[in-house]
């Protein structure tokens, strides 16, 4: 190509330095790391930080350590997280330590939704790929799609539905995700402009998201327009309680004045609502009850010093903390280009990264 | 200095078996090349812990993507392609946060250092991390890897003319940053 150089053979021989071959661990844990990928939906390239994270989150692992081997958290244990095989004697160890990956959903132009993991180093992966699940233009009249995870990796997510400009509410299974999606039924009229508001929000009123609580269930609080007048409607407002492992629902008309509050009884009874009486209790068969139990804490907070405002809409940023306590996203643009970063606690280390944020899924390091 | 070239023979049966989902027939291959990638990916990332990423996941990438390849007698060439790929991804994310001082940190220890001072190390550390991942790419393959431009080229999926044009900037810029690194005002800017 060129003549060698004195600059090129000092360039050379300080390349020969340096490692050149794996350390047996590290072939261990790929040859590992090929064997495993045989049996997840797909592969968590993660392993090496195990030691980093080890340090940064030392306290809190070591105490998740010792509950785990207290059994407190059998759960924990036995959910095979993202398919793995538990051992029937395992034995807490560090590498049984859980964490969590921020999951962000991403529209691409062929009308196909990317559900993306993104871990402590900022690194993307493609959980699944929801096939023309999103099919309007992406442009700042329209909104970016948007769904919420369980704890048990199932994500509720509003995608295309029966008609234009309605959406139907889908549950995927993102540790399973060659299972056939679930259509909860009974959203007849919701249309697409509803998910605008569709924000991470706890606060009261306006914002609407759908809401997990125990066992998988999910409440999802959405209007119909209910025409009048020869151009006017009036909203029609409802909370749907819907089964997150059959799909089944039922749906409870509410009145226009009561505020739907994004948090379950801890109970699982219901969801708290705010009604013109107070703080209570909706149950799916629409009874109230006394709300006992104060609102628990909120998962995501306002988080004005990260940019305040989004300038078009006035919408706040929010920031939202794992539940390991590890990782922070916090969020940011607007309901038709929404953007986040994933931030590490501990080193204060950032990503960014484009789509709108839809929780956490627990990964098995 | 001539590493082992992205042309010697392969065992195409071996390729094929693989191919077919045959785990041992790809761990062989594995152990076969591993070493060879995670050479090169250490002196594209200058990071062992990121190099051995890169490494993962190159081979869990070919494991997914193999039965695709149509001529087994490409794939290591299409072997160090994934490679690229993924330190691509791992150099993203790191350049994206990294503050100047964590590369002076992340350098390893030279194995040798007998012939060559450690400012001098340092400068062409300093140098080579202010390169990008495509000029980093051609001058390891060549330079390392001791492969002619149109080799990279069919790597890369380059023409070899832009190859070289790439190699040619690379050296030129890592010259003129020793050079400003020697002047008694140097930035730290790492990469």
Redesign the interface.
């Known amino acids: 190509?060129?003549a060698p150089t004195g600059?090129?053979r000092?360039?050379?021989?300080?390349?020969?330095?340096?490692?050149?071959?794996?350390?047996d661990g590290?072939?261990s844990?790929?040859?590992q790391?090929?064997?495993d990928?045989?049996r997840r939906p797909s592969?968590l390239?993660w392993?090496?930080?195990m030691n980093r994270m080890m340090l940064a989150v030392g306290g809190v692992a070591a105490a998740i350590v010792l509950i785990v081997g207290g059994g407190m958290l059998v759960g924990w244990g036995t959910n095979g997280l993202l398919g793995g095989q538990p051992s029937p004697t395992a034995t807490p160890t560090p590498a049984a330590i859980t964490t969590h990956e921020a999951v962000f959903l991403r529209r691409d132009p062929s009308s196909d939704i990317l559900v993306l993991g993104v871990d402590s180093?900022?690194?993307e992966r493609e959980i699944t790929r929801l096939p023309n699940a999103w099919r309007l233009p992406i442009s700042r009249l329209t909104p970016a799609p948007a769904g919420v995870i369980s704890s048990t990796g199932l994500l509720a997510m509003a995608v295309n539905g029966p008609a234009s400009g309605l959406v139907r509410w889908t549950i995927y299974d993102l540790l399973q995700p060659d299972d056939p999606p679930i259509i909860i039924p009974g959203f007849p009229q919701q249309d697409i402009d509803q998910l605008d508001y569709f924000l991470v929000t706890d606060r009261t009123g306006g914002d609407a998201r759908p809401w997990w609580g125990p066992d998988d269930q999910l409440a999802i609080y959405w209007f119909e327009r209910i025409p009048q007048g020869p151009s006017g409607s009036t909203p029609n407002h409802f909370v749907t309680f819907a089964d997150g492992k059959t799909g089944e629902a039922t749906s409870v008309d509410i009145p226009d004045d009561w505020a739907f509050r994004p948090y379950w009884a801890p109970d699982g009874s219901g969801v708290f609502t705010e009604t013109t009486n107070g703080l209570r209790v909706l149950r799916p068969d629409g009874t109230l009850a006394a709300a006992s139990d104060p609102l628990p804490e909120a998962s995501c907070q306002p988080a004005p010093e990260e940019g305040s405002a989004d300038p078009a809409t006035g919408r706040m940023s929010f920031a939202c903390v794992s539940p390991d306590d590890v990782l922070v996203v916090i969020t940011s643009g607007n309901a038709s280009f929404p953007t986040g970063s994933v931030r590490i606690q501990d080193s204060g280390?950032?990503?960014?990264v484009e789509g709108s944020f839809a929780g956490w899924l627990p990964a098995d390091r | 200095?001539a590493r082992s070239p992205v042309r010697g023979s392969v065992d195409t049966d071996l390729v094929e078996r693989a191919g077919r989902k045959d785990?041992e027939a790809?761990?062989s291959l594995?152990?076969r090349f591993?070493?060879r990638l995670?050479?090169v990916a250490?002196?594209i990332l200058r990071d062992?812990?990121r190099a051995?990423?890169a490494?993962?996941?190159t081979?869990?990438t070919a494991?997914?993507e193999l039965p695709k390849l149509r001529d087994p007698q490409r794939f290591e060439a299409w072997l160090f392609t994934l490679l690229v790929n993924a330190c691509r991804?791992?150099i993203r994310?790191v350049g994206?946060?990294q503050p100047g001082l964590r590369a002076v940190a992340d350098i390893?220890a030279?194995?040798?250092?007998s012939?060559?001072n450690l400012a001098?190390?340092d400068e062409?550390e300093r140098a080579f991390r202010r390169l990008s991942l495509e000029q980093r790419t051609v001058?390891?393959l060549?330079?390392?890897m001791d492969l002619?431009?149109d080799e990279i080229g069919r790597v890369l999926d380059l023409p070899a003319g832009t190859v070289?044009s790439r190699?040619?900037y690379a050296?030129q810029q890592?010259?003129a940053a020793i050079e400003a690194d020697s002047r008694p005002v140097a930035s730290e800017g790492l990469a």
């Not at chain 1, 000092?10 to 350390?23: A, C, H, I, N, Y």
């Not at chain 1, 280390?349 to 960014?352: A, G, L």
């Not at chain 2, 030279?110 to 250092?113: G, I, T, W």
């Open positions: 190509m060129t600059f090129d000092f360039l050379e021989e300080w390349l020969v330095e340096g490692p050149s071959e794996l350390s590290a072939a844990r790929i040859v790391a090929i064997d990928s045989q592969w390239p392993r090496e930080t180093r900022g690194r280390e950032e990503f960014e | 200095m785990k790809f761990t594995f152990y591993g070493d995670f050479a250490y002196r062992r812990s051995e990423d490494v993962q996941q081979f869990l494991w997914r991804t791992e994310h994206r946060w390893e030279p194995v040798d250092d012939q060559r001098q190390r062409l001058v390891v060549h330079h390392y002619p431009a070289r190699l040619h050296r890592m010259r």
